[in-house]
């Protein structure tokens, strides 16, 4: 986390001056009722609605580049599925039930609960889970960064990354063996590594701006699984492009030494006709 921009979520005081009393909604009635409510996200807290923020634009840029890279990867190791922002899933934690939405969901092939093409929401725990910052209220950041940070720890998610376009909150957490979330320690370069989607990896700077397919498959970053038909399919016509130039050079060396051939037999022909050559 980028000190210069934190926020000290720990000094924090909502003003008190007036709360309005959050209406009790009962699980079965958030399912019912909020849970596909038209235009507004809602997560529930045990028994309270929190309505999921929204990101700004650079934000959901950078979610955008993220998806493509999982879109990638996935489409080549088909080791899992993936799931979207109203995709949500139970957490039961100190007795107390929340539904958690996260941005993107990833559900192993091996997760013991598996992702059913008929479900509306995920029966088991996430193994990874990505949401995008929103900052247009402290709540919502302090929600991202700490209240989820330890929700998904404590309920076994053994990723958690969050997605930040200004760099602020930036972060992406593995579970250790206690069950706490530890920062994922990036290579040289920046790249980060993920161990629930092994080969999965990405530079923190290319989220901002992710370079074309082109780049890609020539970066080893990412070549391994962006696109690997048609790096192949490229190499390939490069090859035949390179054959093709050496045979043309290959017949214009022969025409040539054809010539100097013929040129060396018409000066002799002429050397014995005794016809000097000009």
Known sequence: MNAVYALDLKAYQPDTTYVPKKPKVTEAEYWDKYY??????????????????????????????FNKLLGYFLETHPLAKKTFLKFGFSLTLDQKKKIRRPDFGIVLNTNPIPLMPLDKSYQGIFDLCIEAISDSKLEDIKRLTSDKWIEYAKGGVKEYYILDGYNRYTA????????????????????????????????????????????????????SFVLPGYRKAKQQAE???????EQQAETEKMARQ?????????????????IDQV
């Not at 593995?174 to 290579?187: D, E």
């Not at 090859?239 to 130039?245: D, G, N, T």
């Open 239 to 245: 090859k035949i492009a390179s054959q093709h130039v």
């Open 36 to 65: 596909n409510y038209p235009n507004v996200n809602y997560e529930w807290n045990d028994g309270e609605l929190e309505e999921k923020g929204v990101s700004n634009f650079i934000t959901m840029s950078m979610a955008d580049c």
């Open 172 to 223: 992406f957490y593995r579970l250790n063996k206690p069950g706490f979330y530890v920062p994922i320690k990036p290579l040289k370069g920046g790249i980060i590594q993920s161990t629930v989607l092994p080969g999965f990896q990405f530079r923190i700077e290319d989220l901002l701006d992710l370079p074309s397919p082109d780049e890609m498959i020539e970066d080893p970053v990412y070549q």
């Open 258 to 274: 054809e010539a100097e051939q013929r040129a060396e037999r018409l000066a002799q022909k002429l050397q014995v006709l005794g």
